[in-house]
């Protein structure tokens, strides 16, 4: 009867220490870190110090925009909420299902009139997805699974439903190349009932089944039906601007959940307008063309340490969600990256209202040589951010709607050449208070885009 009574103090004390320890971690992150809006105490460290695991890999398997067709030659494009959108679920389970069962059928030249000839499901990259990291981010212990089939990478994924009592067939494209493998078991529960696209609204249809020599087979070209296409502008705002005739101490709160200790803080606004805000480890500069530079020069915990392209990837990730005025405000989507040093750099873009907000044209930030190729751009050694520059520009939707005509041949008369592309989203623009959506097409040989609509005008209703 003592030993048990021995037992339940035993216990009932180990409980107690543990809920105290409990109770003073959620104190230290009240205290230490109440100045750090819209974040806490865990997200602030993931940000900052290797994550023991790459948390973020469903972030970086996320596509760029999913194109979904019912076999009849009209599409629907969905660029926002991927991460939660019944498509995307299913792309989960589809290619969750194909590391475990699939087989390879055939590589051959990309046949787009083939695959886009059925309902069809196309999962799009705006980078080249590397064939020995996506699997990864399926938990998948290596990439062998396509690079043992030559798959070193590809912009898309195409995915036939179980159809009519065929299995499913998914489509690996990249460089004119496709790689086809079968679910042939896959049928109960890999269904997808793909929605038609009624051509009285706004719909894409298919250069490759258009006829479209001019632009690349991949290329979707959106055409305003029956009805004119009612679209939302966007309000572009700028949460870092200092007003005229303000202090440093006007814009220190928005910078401060950079800092490891807000108060150790020093700040001063240099004769070009550079307003700057450093301690021993960290400088925060806000320039007057609208970018925000964080830079980290604080040396690593420990040395030569080895991190994994999703332990790095994943570090930008939670850095970019630790700034309150990124993800809590916009919808994020990666648009690039390369090796750098003993890291990567990751560039990402916004989507809002459904459409891309593009920024085409290098942004300069202090110096026609210092530029800035994405709305965000994360550097990142041993998993680690060392460096973070973004346009200071949040985007939310007016309430006035606005025209657009989307008349592609009247587009097309001020082409110069073949295009290398054609999208359609939100351009951004130096001071400019409002964006319109506008067609856009670039070329395969110059930096030169072409805007159907060249004179600043507010198209509003």
Known sequence: MENMLTTTLRRAKSFLILALIALAIYQTNRLWFVNLPNSNFFTYISARFV??????????????????GAGDGRF???????????PRVYFDTVITELFANGRLLSVADTDYQRI??????????????????????????????????????FNSVAIWPAFEGQGVRVFFM???????????????????????????FKHFVSAALEGYEFLPPSSFVARSGEINFAYIPLIVTNPYRPHIGSGWQDVSPRVTHFFDNPATMNSRVAGD????YSNIHTVVRYFDTDV???????????????????????????FIDSDPHVIHE?????TGFEARGAGYVFWFGYIVADFPVLMPDNWEVSSPDDILPAPIEVVVEQGRVVRYRRLAHNFRTDTTHGWLELNLDEFMQNREGPLQGLTLGYRISPRESHLRLNWWGWYAEAETYDDEYEEEEYLGG
């Open 51 to 68: 994550p023991s695991v790459p948390e973020r890999s469903r972030e970086f398997v996320r596509p760029m925009r999913v194109v979904s």
């Open 76 to 86: 629907n494009v969905i660029y926002g909420g991927l991460m939660y959108e019944i």
């Open 116 to 153: 886009l000839s059925r309902p069809v499901l196309v999962y799009e990259y705006a980078f080249t997805m590397p064939g020995g990291v996506f699997p990864l981010g399926f938990e998948q212990r290596t990439g062998a699974f396509l690079t043992g089939r030559g798959i070193t990478g």
């Open 174 to 200: 990249g460089d004119a190349r496709t790689w086809e493998f079968a679910l042939d078991g896959a049928r109960e529960g890999f269904e997808f009932p793909v929605p038609p696209v009624s051509s009285t």
């Open 273 to 276: 307008g550079v307003w700057t």
């Open 292 to 318: 925000l530079e964080y830079a980290n020069f604080r040396p690593p915990r420990r040395q030569n340490i080895t991190t994994t392209f999703l332990d790095d990837f994943s570090a930008a990730w939670a």
């Open 330 to 334: 916009n919808e994020v989507f990666l």
